[in-house]
């Protein structure tokens, strides 16, 4: 430790840095308006009572309101009502800033429906790319057939293809099939996952044959292999594999921008956040860092609590 | 060349004590072994003299001088590991030059391609070539100089380290079980040839390994370690025939030596299996002790005997045979050195009676220590020394 | 004593070619899928966008006219993407190195380290897991100019000793650079952004790549004389890395050629002041998607195509030819 202290000394300077917009964003989604233009308040802001105007404002009392409130009001003046109105909307939309910016995220936009947007579209694109990729890698690697080298060689091909580069023409057909803007545009170009046959068929390789036989002596046919034989075996390569696939398309912003353009029900929390951005004016920091919060936990959450397996699945490439 | 010098040095790993105060003269020229089993703290102690560990306590010398303050890459040693630790990435020749680079071009002159402009370099460079291709003749590797290690096979590879090992002059030779990755044919060659080599450049090794037989045939002193202390340290024969304790006459010998129990009766006679032998201590405490006897040291014999017993297996090597004779009232069984011609006497099941010389029997006291001040009762009553 | 020869030769054989057959059949109906998907993802907008390049095609259009290689003429001529170019290679060259050395450096370093090893690999790969539009909008706040906690950080220093550095004398006699509103500044806060995110997941290679450095090389080191550490890392580390360094370095360059979450989220329209961070990608969403030019758009495609499979090619030869020590 002692001799080591220099070292300490450089990755704390590293730590600071790296965590700095963590911190930042998290502590803006604590704060007041007012603090974070004035930049106080430490992490949690102090979190005093603060009024929001918006709130306020929609209140504003008109002529019938104040009709309304007459009768419990006796004898005042229309314009004392309309101030005893006013002093009541303010005390009913006075909150704790912490209050205010996270219901603010999930009430100015939908950022529930961006959610499960998030999870439809992350879980239909896995659970697609395992339905297509297992089959395949399970013939490439254990059956013997007039093309297999063909297929493989496809196969390390595609690989030089990164989906991101050939959006321009993959956004030309979905158009042209009047496909955008629908859960489809933002699945079908991530279905096929070269990498997952490649890492998959590489997995098989080293399940012994004798595994695959027996099966065959006890009747099953190839399909039902795949499923029942192969499928529990690959268990820890798929969810590495999982992993790897749910970091990226949960985190992916190139895409959805693509394909989905102003039907918020569609919008995954990227996209939503991005809008949240686009419209809001600077009051609008605290619930916005409030959403970028949000989307950011699941995944921190997830990696704290199971570290070792996300960096396996994160660095699958390094498998190659 | 030099001799070592190793005093009182004691290593511990957290909580473990792997060496407990080991002490040991290695004259200049010689070739001493470290034997024991694993975990014995054979290995540590090797890379104590190596600087690759630094001891708890105690010193060491190489040539009289202490070495405490120098680190591994000043001592002027050479090493050959057990995995042979060669660098994937250089070929051969490569290989076998990188002591002499690192130590007689500096760091610019080590450089790719600048390096080879600097004043000097090529003159050294040079004379690097010759010595690499001298260590290549004498172990006949000269025709690999270009291969990857990665192209080699293992005992290709340990001719590589040594050649590396050996391409420079240090004051002695370290060498880390370097048989033990290779097949039991290639070992016995290897075994012989590093023996020679020992001859050859008349300088200071010391060898670990696990093997017995290694250590037996190479060595000038062999060195038990167990439990972290060196038992006894001695040349092959002596350890053989004269061990100090029961542990080291356990260790050294195949097949093993037969243990049997002993009684010292008070009058300081020896009494096995309840007969007295024409056998007693002059001194020491009395009760239990044990007798060692090598295979060698049994022979059959007709007639009474305090060891009767069944043959149950035997083995015969061609030259030599071994024979297992299961002993009544003996929790082990015993094993008896014969000649092949006598192996009609002994098939399976026969009953047998062994008898043995009593001198050299080898007699150690309840805590293992050896027993040597006896006296013989038949005959002239003589003292085995 | 013939019909016994036929049944036993003649059934085995049989069943062996119908096995074959029915094994032929089930691979390929366990392959089809995906073979399909194959050509219609990523086969055929591979050559609808080679096609596309030659044409000016626009969606909505009815027709479109063969224009030869107008496309690429424009790429190579027009101000616009040499700026694009530019702002690529600019971003490029500096991520990779930067990204990669401090991988490398972090991994060293925590390598040699017992105690928070864990803590410090945690903390570096947070980046790796985290949205980066969420990421890129915290930093913007971050570098916000006037209320941004960088700029403010670098107020602070005012009237310290550290305002002997000159950067900092001059921001505190004028003002802190405005940063993403500075065409001088803004493609560095891309590349540092890039950097801060891309290091952690090759510090986490670099981590896998060291546990494989047989520990006896280093020994065997110590002993040939390499004192320094600069000595072992060359004679041990350096080479043993080799595997892991090509991979490390051509995964860095895919990713920085695809850069565009940050710059979409900084400067929604144009690419940043002057265009001084209008790279590929962005290049690409604007001029085919946004601007509907698809055959510009296309052209972009197999240019950033072609380099990206170039680096790929390198790679895999690399790996086959010089890293295999064998």
Same mark, same amino acid.
Request: some cysteine; hydrophobic content about 50%; charged content about 20%.
């Given at each position: ?32 308006? %007012? ?38 009001? #006796? %004898? ?70 007039? %093309? ?13 293809? #990164? ?118 004016? %600077? ?38 | 060349?030099?001799? !070592? ?13 792997? !060496?407990? @105060?080991?002490?040991?003269?290695? $004259? ?23 600087? !690759? ?109 040594? @050649? ?12 880390? +079980? ?49 439990? @972290? ?85 035997? +083995?015969?090597? @061609? ?26 006497? !002994? $098939?399976?099941?026969?009953?047998? $009676? ?32 | ?326």
């Amino acid at each position: 430790m002692t001799r080591d202290w220099w070292k300490h000394l450089i990755l704390i300077l590293g730590v600071i840095i790296v965590i700095a917009p963590f911190y930042m964003m998290v502590s803006y989604s604590f704060k007041s308006p %007012g603090e974070i233009d004035r930049g106080e308040g430490g992490f949690f802001g102090r979190q005093e009572l603060m009024v929001d105007e918006r709130c306020v404002k929609l209140r504003d009392p008109d002529r019938d309101d104040i009709a309304v409130a007459a009768g419990r009001f #006796p %004898g005042h003046s229309d314009s004392d009502i309309r101030d005893a109105l006013l002093a009541e909307a303010q005390s009913d939309c006075s909150m704790r800033p912490v209050i205010f910016n996270y219901t603010k995220a999930f009430t100015e936009a939908p950022l529930l429906r961006y959610l499960l947007n998030g999870v439809i579209v992350t879980a239909s694109i896995f659970f697609i790319q395992v339905i297509v990729a297992l089959p395949a890698a399970y013939a490439l690697a254990k059956l013997k057939f007039w %093309g297999r080298e063909a297929v493989f060689s496809l196969v390390l091909f595609c690989l030089l293809i #990164p989906v991101h580069a050939i959006a321009l023409p993959l956004y030309i057909m979905l158009a042209k099939l009047g496909l955008t803007n629908t859960y489809a545009a933002l699945v079908v170009p991530w279905t096929i996952s070269v990498f997952g046959i490649f890492l998959m068929r590489q997995f098989f390789m080293t399940v012994p044959d004798d595994l695959i036989d027996a099966a065959r002596m006890d009747g099953m046919g190839e399909f039902t292999i795949v499923w029942r034989v192969m499928l529990p075996t690959a268990v820890p390569a798929l969810l590495a594999f999982a992993i790897f696939s749910i970091v990226a398309h949960w985190n992916d912003y190139f895409w959805p921008r693509i394909v989905v353009t102003g039907n918020r029900d569609l919008f995954t929390p990227p996209l939503g956040l991005r809008e949240f951005k686009g419209d809001g004016d %600077g009051s609008f920091f605290g619930p916005m860092m409030a959403t970028a919060t949000v989307i950011v936990t699941p995944l921190i959450v997830a990696f704290l609590l199971a570290q070792k397996r996300f960096i396996e699945g994160i660095t699958l490439n390094g498998m190659k | 060349m030099a001799g !070592l010098s190793i005093e009182n040095v004691t290593k511990r790993f957290g909580e473990t004590e792997v !060496l407990k @105060g080991v002490s040991l003269d290695i $004259a200049d020229g010689e070739f001493v072994s470290l034997v024991g089993p694993s975990g014995c703290g054979k290995s540590t102690l090797l890379r104590i003299i190596a600087g !690759l560990e630094t001891q708890g306590a105690g010193s060491v010398r190489i040539g009289g001088t202490p070495v405490e303050d120098q680190r591994a890459a000043d001592r002027n040693l050479s090493m050959v590991f057990q995995s042979y630790a060669l660098y994937p990435h250089l070929t051969v020749g490569e290989n076998i030059a990188v002591p002499l680079r690192m130590r007689r071009l500096n760091g610019v002159q080590r450089l790719p391609l600048v390096g080879g402009l600097m004043p000097g370099t090529r003159a050294v460079a040079r004379e690097i070539g010759q010595h690499v291709a001298d260590a290549a003749t004498m172990l006949e590797i000269g025709h690999l100089l270009d291969r990857k290690p990665g192209q080699l096979s293992g005992g290709q590879r340990q001719r590589v380290a040594l @050649g590396r090992a050996l391409v420079r002059d240090p004051a002695a030779f370290l060498l880390d +079980e370097p048989l033990s990755n290779l097949d039991a044919k290639l070992r016995v060659q290897t075994r012989a040839e590093i023996a020679q080599l020992h001859r050859r450049l008349a300088a200071t090794f010391v060898y670990v390994t696990h093997d017995q037989v290694e250590a037996m045939t190479m060595s000038d002193r062999i060195a038990v370690m167990m439990g @972290g202390r060196i038992l006894q340290c001695a040349p092959p024969d002596v350890v053989y025939e004269d061990p100090d304790r029961i542990e080291v006459a356990e260790f050294i010998g195949s097949p093993k030596i037969n243990i049997l129990p002993l009684e010292i009766l008070p009058d300081g006679r020896l009494s096995l299996q309840d007969r007295a032998l024409d056998l007693a201590v002059v001194e020491g405490a009395r009760g239990v002790a044990s007798l060692g006897l090598r295979p060698e040291a049994l022979r059959l014999k007709s007639g009474d005997s305090p060891l009767r017993g069944r043959v149950v297996h035997s +083995e015969n090597l @061609g030259s030599e045979m071994f024979v297992q004779i299961d002993v009544a009232d003996l929790q082990e069984r015993i094993t008896l050195r014969a000649t092949p011609e006598q192996r009609g006497a !002994l $098939a399976l099941g026969t009953p047998v $009676a062994l008898d043995f010389d009593l001198h050299k029997a080898l007699i150690f006291d309840a805590d293992g220590a050896r027993i040597r001040r006896l006296r013989h009762l038949n005959a002239a009553a003589s003292e085995v020394a | 004593m013939a019909v016994i020869d036929v049944s036993m030769t003649d059934a085995p054989r049989e069943t062996t070619v119908a096995r074959a057959t029915q094994e032929r059949r089930a691979a390929w109906a366990l392959t089809a899928p995906a073979l399909i998907l194959m050509v219609i993802v990523l086969l055929a907008p591979v050559i609808i966008a080679g096609l596309l390049s030659f044409t000016n095609y626009s969606l909505g259009n009815s027709g479109f006219d063969w224009v030869g290689a107008d496309n690429y003429e424009k790429l190579f001529t027009r101000s616009t993407y040499e700026k694009m170019f530019i702002a690529t290679l600019t971003y490029v060259v500096t991520v990779v190195p930067l990204s990669v050395g401090l991988g490398l450096g972090a991994a060293l370093l925590i390598n040699t380290l017992g105690r928070f090893r864990e803590i410090y690999k945690t903390i570096y790969f947070l980046p790796v897991m985290a949205t980066l539009l969420a990421m890129a909008i915290a930093w913007e706040f971050m570098l916000h100019p006037s209320i941004g906690m960088i700029n403010r950080t670098l107020e602070a220093t005012c009237g310290t000793p550290f305002e002997v550095v000159p950067f900092i004398a001059n921001g505190c006699a004028d003002r802190f650079p405005l940063w993403l509103g500075d065409k001088r500044y803004a493609i560095w806060v891309i590349c540092f952004i890039g950097i801060w995110q891309g290091f952690g997941f090759n510090m986490v290679l670099y981590l896998a790549g060291l546990t494989s450095v047989h520990r006896e090389l280093y020994h065997a080191a110590e002993m040939d004389g390499a004192k320094s550490a600069w000595d072992r890392f060359r004679l041990v580390t350096w080479p043993a890395l080799g595997p892991t360094t090509v991979f490390v370095v051509t995964i860095s360059c895919i990713r920085a050629f695809q850069v565009f979450d940050t710059i979409e989220a900084f400067w929604p329209q144009g690419g940043g002041p002057n265009k001084s961070t209008y790279v590929m990608m962005f290049a690409i969403f604007e001029k085919g998607i946004q601007q509907n030019l698809i055959g510009i758009g296309s052209a972009i495609t197999m240019l950033f195509l072609a380099f990206v499979m170039f680096l790929t090619l390198i790679q895999r030869w690399l790996v086959e030819r010089k890293v295999h020590y064998k």
